[in-house]
């Protein structure tokens, strides 16, 4: 079932709320995180789950206030189906955008979750559409593309986009001015802090480790798995 948790911080005089939306995975997968993010002027979404939990998730957006005309944008990560599976079907019920980095764009717009990967395993690529759902009707175009160093202040947001290449070309992570990381599938947390399982590009991923040491994370809302201190990972992994 799915569920969220809330953690309340001061902006630079701006509120904000974090609701992590859990929404379980098909095949006894675990389950992935959708952040809600709680703006004086609206809500911004990070991550949308898999259209397997659908309904759930339009549950969870409306018991926290969230309906059409409040979504002020929807944010991807990266363009893995259990991530990106109810993007085009929130754009249109909610009458919002969506964002993402252009390196991932084409899972969303050809269906295809291994497209601009290194890695291509034949059997995945042709059971992972049907696994979590991802139809033709789920395929998008961005509305437009972020890059490193975007800014979201324009939505209510203190945050800037960082691009964290490794589990795809096109990952990024959104860093508020207290130091969340809403940080996509880098790392996980459904055991301990560790770097995420499935990773396309072992030396871009030590080279977006080595980017987030140099910038001020607290703590980490990974994809899959529980928040966690960013010191926590570090120290185990010098």
């Not at 995975?25 to 809600?36: A, D, E, K, Q, T």
């Not at 490794?166 to 990024?172: A, M, R, V």
């Amino acid at each position: 079932m799915g569920g969220y948790t809330t953690s309340r911080n001061m902006e630079e005089n701006m509120q904000l709320e974090i609701k992590t939306i859990s929404l379980t995975l098909p095949c006894r997968l675990g389950s992935v995180n959708c952040y809600l993010i709680e703006c004086d002027n609206g809500h911004i979404l990070i991550d949308t789950g898999g259209a397997n939990r659908r309904s759930e998730l339009e549950i969870e957006l409306e018991s926290a206030g969230c309906k059409p005309g409040n979504l002020r944008l929807i944010v991807l990560t990266h363009g893995d189906f259990d991530h990106i599976g109810n993007a085009a079907f929130l754009r249109e019920k909610f009458d919002t955008k969506i964002a993402m980095h252009k390196d991932d764009s084409g899972m969303a717009e050809r269906g295809d979750m291994f497209w601009n990967r290194k890695t291509s395993r034949t059997l995945i690529r042709i059971i992972a559409p049907t696994l979590f759902r991802f139809r033709k009707s789920d395929r998008f175009e961005p509305d437009f593309y972020i890059v490193d160093g975007y800014a979201l202040s324009e939505y209510g947001f203190d945050a800037t986009v960082h691009t964290i290449p490794g589990h795809s070309k096109g990952s990024i992570g959104i860093l508020t001015a207290s130091g969340n990381l809403l940080c996509g599938d880098l790392f996980e947390n459904t055991d301990k802090p560790v770097l995420n399982s499935i990773m396309d590009d072992l030396d871009a991923v030590n080279a977006s480790v080595e980017k987030l040491r140099s910038l001020a994370v607290n703590t980490v809302y990974p994809g899959h798995g529980k928040p966690f201190p960013m010191e926590q990972f570090m120290k185990s992994n010098r």
